[in-house]
């Protein structure tokens, strides 16, 4: 094991509470030895669950859709027989037999007999991407094509075969896609909806099916839950899963844990505690999932007011396209995946038209409780021209919207999802992009490239010359350990070693207006990342020595999708002040 890696887990001990240690000593004896595979009480708990979900009498989901938007399904599922698209790396198998351990794209098998729990899914000296046989067992590609069985474009076999071939091929905790309760709470989040949509059908076999692999998952919830002194977007995800259990039992979530859970996920101004723009946009969306398989949520003022605030918070970071910026990791993640952008925020706004796959998400969420859809499809973020919401300061004017990242690092400091990212910011011009980052690609397939895409330089920052990417080793993978800068009557400060850097931003008619004004013990340098079409204007330097422009790439989406932009790198002497402008 990587030393660093080491002790970042000791000082995670160290700082930990008793309570949670307890609970992980407890999630570790589940799966070694009180709940363990062959543990009697195990398969007791499964069919105790079981025979629960047998017992409750569900009412059917109903989506009302048109045949506009069955026929954008049926293309989508038709063209899996050649490939599904994946996090953004292109198209992989989901069909063939053995594909759910593989990770096609970088031709690796992660194929095993072993107990999902002693699995080394990072598999850190090889070239791979766990998240790529994670992605084909959500099943999301699964609940489209049950959609299209409900509305009789295509046959229940359908279902009930391709199913039968995940669940042969991924016998309950063995293999990789019984490793994360996360992963395991998202695919159960689709079957509970596949068994809504076709229990009706009287299908004996798949129900039966879908209710053995549903008590399945709800052990597996219980019992290993991914738990975390300060839990994260994980343990959100999990207790979602176990909303949409107890909903297929015709039992409900308690409003007040929801509640807690969400003060403690959302804390403040509404924004996800890992900090992270994508992530807290999937973030919401699972929160908005857990609100609709609850009854009497409207009614609830502190739990309604608390998913508004933090649906707000999505669209008070995005464009007037609804389009969000991409600062710190993205996994590209959807609950349910009818082929939206991770970007597209449209599911929370009125003002923007959505795409298919969003207004079919939407109607999904209305068919599962149509009080909770009327509460989000009724309520407008208020407009401001300038506002914080940690750890981002917005700008807009007319014409042109800036987000800064001026605050700390995420999940109280652990920073699992953070860039070296302190005062960089993203521009957009009407809407679109102006400039950006350099997004995040695959973060689990190649650590080097990893640090390189989360350290300073893919950033629009200003450092010393010879200063090296601020990393360290988190419990998976490399993190960035952000600084926090400090909001002065001036502006942004931020400490350099032996210097100071100062940064203001300003929105005109004309575009973005940036003033850097820094000294420190030797050259410095700077970067900024304008699309294509962006034009830039040096209106006053002093201390600039050269400059120079090429091609880079911007990640839009998890894997290799990309967009080429421009790096403008700055030459600076040790002290000095520059102004440029961007339109």
């Known amino acids: 094991m990587n030393i660093n890696k080491v002790k970042y887990i000791l000082k995670r001990l160290c700082e930990s509470p008793p309570s949670f240690l307890i609970n992980k000593a407890k999630v570790e004896l589940n799966k070694k030895l009180i709940y363990s595979q062959s543990s009697p009480l195990l398969r007791h708990k499964v069919s105790k669950y079981y025979d629960r979900l047998q017992e409750h009498n569900r009412a059917p989901l109903v989506m009302r859709l048109s045949n506009e938007k069955l026929d954008y399904l049926a293309q989508r599922v038709e063209s899996y027989d050649h490939g599904y698209p994946c996090l953004g790396y292109g198209l992989v198998d989901i069909y063939s037999k053995g594909t759910y351990s593989k990770d096609c794209v970088h031709n690796f098998d992660w194929y095993t007999k072993e107990l999902s729990f002693a699995i080394d899914f990072i598999k850190a000296d090889t070239c791979c991407d766990i998240k790529v046989p994670w992605e084909k067992s959500r099943l999301q590609w699964l609940t489209e094509i049950a959609i299209l069985v409900a ?53 004996k ?15 597996y919830l219980e019992l290993y839950p991914e738990i975390s002194d300060v839990p994260g977007n994980h343990y959100l995800a999990t207790e979602a899963g176990v909303a949409a259990i107890m ?12 509640l807690a859970l969400f003060e403690q996920q959302f804390p403040d101004g509404g924004m996800h505690l890992e900090f992270s723009t994508i992530y807290n946009r999937l973030c919401v969306d699972i929160a908005l999932i857990a609100c609709a398989l609850l009854p009497d949520v409207t009614s609830n ?14 669209n008070m970071l995005s464009s007037s396209k609804a389009l969000l910026p991409i600062f710190g990791d993205s996994d590209s993640g959807q609950v349910f995946n009818f082929g939206q952008s991770s970007r597209e925020a449209t599911l929370y706004t009125s003002n923007v038209p959505s795409s298919k796959a969003i207004s079919i998400l939407s109607e999904l969420v209305r068919s ?16 401001e021209t300038s506002f914080s919401l940690y750890p981002y300061y917005v700008m807009e004017n007319n014409t ?6 001026y605050g700390g690092a995420g999940l ?26 350099r997004g995040c690609a695959p973060y689990t397939s190649d650590f080097n490239y990893r640090e390189q895409l989360i350290s300073y330089d893919s950033h629009n920052q200003l450092r010393r010359k010879t200063e090296k990417a601020r990393l360290t080793h988190g419990s998976v993978f490399p993190i960035a350990p952000v600084g926090e800068s400090e909001i002065t009557a001036n502006g942004l400060k931020v400490e350099l070693k032996n210097g100071v850097h100062r940064r203001k931003l300003m929105l005109t008619d004309n575009g973005l207006l940036i003033t850097d004004i820094w000294f420190s013990d030797e050259k410095c340098a700077s970067v900024f990342y304008p699309v294509d079409s962006a034009e830039f204007d040096i209106k006053f330097q002093k201390g600039l020595l050269s400059d120079s422009c090429k091609k880079d790439k911007f990640f839009t989406e998890y894997g290799a999708l990309y967009t080429e932009i421009k790096r403008l790198y700055f030459e600076l002497d040790s002290k000095g002040e520059y102004q440029i402008e961007f339109s």
């Open 151 to 203: 509305h009789d474009r295509l046959p229940i076999e359908d279902v009930y075969t391709r199913l039968t071939n995940w669940s042969n091929e991924n016998p309950f905790l063995y293999g990789v896609n019984w490793i994360s309760s996360m992963e395991v709470a998202i695919r159960v989040m689709n079957l509970v909806v596949i068994l809504l949509l076709l229990e009706k059908e009287q299908h």
């Open 205 to 219: 076999q798949l129900n039966d099916l879908l209710l053995k692999l549903i008590a399945s998952h709800k052990a």
């Open 247 to 258: 909903y297929a039992a015709g039992e409900s979530y308690e409003p007040q844990r929801l």
């Open 301 to 314: 003022k502190p739990l309604s007011d608390k998913l508004l605030s933090m649906i707000d918070s999505v």
């Open 368 to 383: 599962l409780n149509p009080d909770v859809w009327q509460l989000v499809e009724s309520h407008q973020t208020k407009s």
């Open 400 to 405: 042109y919207k800036v987000i800064v990242r």
């Open 412 to 437: 109280a400091g652990r920073a699992p999802h953070d860039h070296d990212d302190v005062m960089s910011f993203w521009t957009f011009k009407n809407g679109a992009d102006l400039i950006v980052e």
